[in-house]
Structure formats: C-alpha cells, structure tokens
C-alpha cells in the first residue's frame, strides 16, 4: 500500500499556511509538499514541519519572487544567469528545509531551442547539487497552456538527453489523465523514470474518487511496480474542509 502525502499548497488551504502543518499532522499524514515555500522565511517552516513530526517531501524550483509569474524558466533560452541563480537560492532553502525532491519547472517556451535550454539547465543543476533528487513534470495544457513540458513522451526524450541520475520523472495522475486519456497506461508506460508520484483527480483536479480514474487500480499499479516512494496528495478538495475529503486513503 503506498504511503500518502499532503501538498499543503492545495490542502488545507482552508487554513493559514503554518497552521496547515499540525492539521496534516492530524489528519495523520506524516510527510507534506510544499510548492512555493519562498514567501515566509525557511525557519518558520522548518520549525512547523519539527513541531508536527512531518517530513517535506517536494518544493518547486520557480523564481524566489514567483508570485504568479510564469512556472519556472528553465526551458527559457536566454535565462540560463538567472536559472543558475535561483537554483542557488532555491539550494538555501534546501540546505534548511531538507525537501527530497527539488522539481524544477520548464516555462512558457516551445520549440528546440527551448528544449536544447532545458536539457543544459537540467544538466546544470543536477551537477551543482549532485546529491539532490530533481524532477520533471509534464503539466496539461488546460491548467497550463503553453508549458513547454506537456507531453510524456517528451519528458522521456529529455530525460534521456539529460542523462541524469539525480534527475527523474515526476508523475501526476491528474496531468497524465488530462494529457493521455489513460493515467493507469502512461503510469504503465513511464513508471520506470518515475522518482515521485502526485495524485488528483480528472477533469476537475479535485479528490481521488471523483473523475475518471480507478484509484484503487492505479494504488495497486504503484505497489506492482515496486514503487517505494511517496504518493502525494495534490488536489483542490471539493469541500470546504479538507478532512472531509481524505476518504480516499486506503485506511480510512
Ligand atoms: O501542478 C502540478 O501538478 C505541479 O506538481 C506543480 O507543482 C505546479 O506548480
Ligand atoms: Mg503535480
């Protein structure tokens, strides 16, 4: 049985940001995703996460100002000086935080110059921080149109170019299903280059159990697979309070 995690970014939002931590606590999660972690200082959250016993599994690797800008730039051309010195800042954080995994995000680029410049900023970063896990995650067009990571079959191909071992998949039902048609088939297909997995429901991103998919299937895929790392939590709950969207979990 895989073991959940909460991205606090979208649960419990209901909630002020560190008081999300002992409510996930208590909800019994015991590792939480945080997306943008840049806006309060890295102490107040190192604290919340010691307090409630809770691991961080994810941050995203956006601009330390992101407030609303495009996802990232690492597909970017032209951005390298300043990928390489939000990564810089971003591995501050990390130094405090400890977050397994760094996932850095591509932007609004397409193209083969703009894969060329993911593919050598992936590399960049993955060499200055060679014991960091990072990752890549193809986002859907509907949630994010003109993302230059929109395709799985894509991120295999760069993933391939980036050659790699500290870079790898990040997989999300929720996009896959949007994408694809069939999240149960790309887990299929990619779930060798999966190093994280994050799940949401289809169409509407809300939580497991409304939508499309089997999510009991896709559960048993991840075990079948051998897959031993964290399956995150990342939905916007379609009741005011997230605990009463958690029936999901196997245990409850
Ligand atoms: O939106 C997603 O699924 C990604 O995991 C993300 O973090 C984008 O900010
Ligand atoms: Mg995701």
Do not use: C
């Not at 609303?68 to 501050?92: H, K, L, N, S």
């Amino acid at each position: 049985m895989p073991k959940f995690a909460a991205n606090i970014s979208l649960l419990f939002a209901e909630l002020p940001y560190l008081d999300r931590f002992q409510a996930a606590a208590e909800a019994g999660f015991e590792a939480v995703e945080i997306l943008f972690p840049y806006e309060i200082a890295a102490r107040d959250t190192r604290r919340a996460l010691v307090a409630n016993g809770l691991e961080l599994v994810l941050i995203n690797a956006p601009p330390p100002n992101y407030t609303g800008g495009q996802p990232g730039f690492a597909a970017v051309p032209g951005e390298e000086a300043r990928f390489q010195r939000d990564i810089t800042r971003v591995m501050r954080y990390v130094e405090q935080l400890r977050p397994g995994i760094v996932h850095i995000m591509a932007g609004y680029e397409q193209g083969a110059q703009a894969q060329e410049t993911f593919v050598r900023n992936l590399q960049w970063a993955a060499d200055h921080a060679p014991k960091q896990q990072f990752t890549i995650e193809p986002l859907n067009p509907v949630a994010q149109p003109d993302y230059f990571l929109n395709d799985y079959d894509l991120a295999a191909e760069v993933l391939d170019q980036v050659a790699r071992p500290n870079v790898g998949l990040q997989y999300d039902t929720y996009h896959a299903e949007v994408i694809h048609g069939d999240a149960l088939d790309v887990w299929e297909r990619f779930h060798s280059r999966a190093v994280h997995v994050q799940i949401g429901a289809a169409p509407d991103r809300s939580e497991p159990g409304r939508g499309t998919m089997d999510f009991p299937a896709l559960f048993q895929a991840f075990d079948d697979a051998g897959y031993s790392g964290w399956v995150s939590a990342e939905y916007k709950p379609s009741k005011p309070r997230t605990v009463d969207t958690l029936g999901w979990r196997p245990s409850d």
